[in-house]
């Protein structure tokens, strides 16, 4: 799937994408797609490779290195975003995250299941509380990232944590679809199987049908098209 190199409708406008520290991580090329379509992308990550991928981007990327379920940090950062983007925002994009087998309930490992809900859901509910203002003020919309284990029928067996983290990203986003549509704002989510990221390879090796990352920002980018501006609340599958 294409992904388009520039959209009229994000030209010269801010995002804010989360997960995007690591190289080989599916928000890597999400950033870059969306600076190509001509955003001026503001990247959120805890990890300090951040600044190497804002570098890599180029002047259309500010790099933010913070803990991203601290509110009164995100807030803080929230302000800094505020003053550059004019307080408005075209999109929130919730990407980090990460995976992690807790294996059968019964004899589950408490850390994995707290850092499953850390890194999934407390990050997607503590940067979309604190930029809200920005997207209403734009009249813009917030994606989510959900997971085919989440949704009916999923395979979850041994990812209790990973599975009930991200089927609370699910419930976060539509939460938001239906609190902030009288304010113009939209949220929907991509679920995904697994993508071809560098820690899903080396973790799972290379037999899977995995979605490629370029993809995945299609996806997200199809989701802030103007079609998309009567969509909210949607749960939309890759497969």
Request: glycine letters at 10%; one cysteine or more; hydrophobic letters at 50%.
């Amino acid at each position: 799937m294409p992904v388009p190199a520039r959209d009229a409708a994000l030209g010269g406008r801010h995002v804010v994408i989360t997960g995007v520290g690591r190289p080989g991580q599916a928000g890597e090329v999400v950033a870059q797609a969306f600076a190509a379509a001509g955003a001026h992308v503001h990247l959120l990550d805890r990890d300090p490779g951040i600044a190497g991928r804002a570098a890599d981007i180029g002047e259309a990327a500010t790099p933010y290195q913070l803990d991203l379920t601290d509110l009164d940090t995100v807030q803080q950062v929230a302000t800094q975003v505020s003053a550059a983007s004019d307080g408005r925002l075209a999109a929130v994009l919730n990407i980090a995250g990460g995976f992690a087998m807790s294996g059968p309930l019964a004899g589950s490992d408490p850390v994995i299941w707290h850092r499953m809900v850390a890194i999934n859901l407390t990050t997607a509910y503590v940067v979309t509380r604190a930029f809200l203002p920005l997207v209403r003020a734009a009249g813009g919309t917030v994606l989510f990232v959900g997971s085919q284990a989440a949704l009916p029928g999923g395979k979850s067996a041994g990812m209790a944590a990973y599975a009930a983290a991200k089927a609370g990203v699910i419930s976060l986003m539509r939460s938001v679809a239906q609190e902030e549509l009288a304010h113009g704002v939209t949220a929907n989510a991509v679920a995904p199987s697994a993508i071809r990221t560098a820690a899903n390879l080396d973790a799972m090796g290379d037999r899977f049908k995995y979605v490629e990352r370029e993809e995945f920002a299609a996806a997200l980018l199809q989701l802030c098209a103007p079609s998309a501006r009567r969509m909210t609340g949607q749960v939309i599958e890759l497969g």
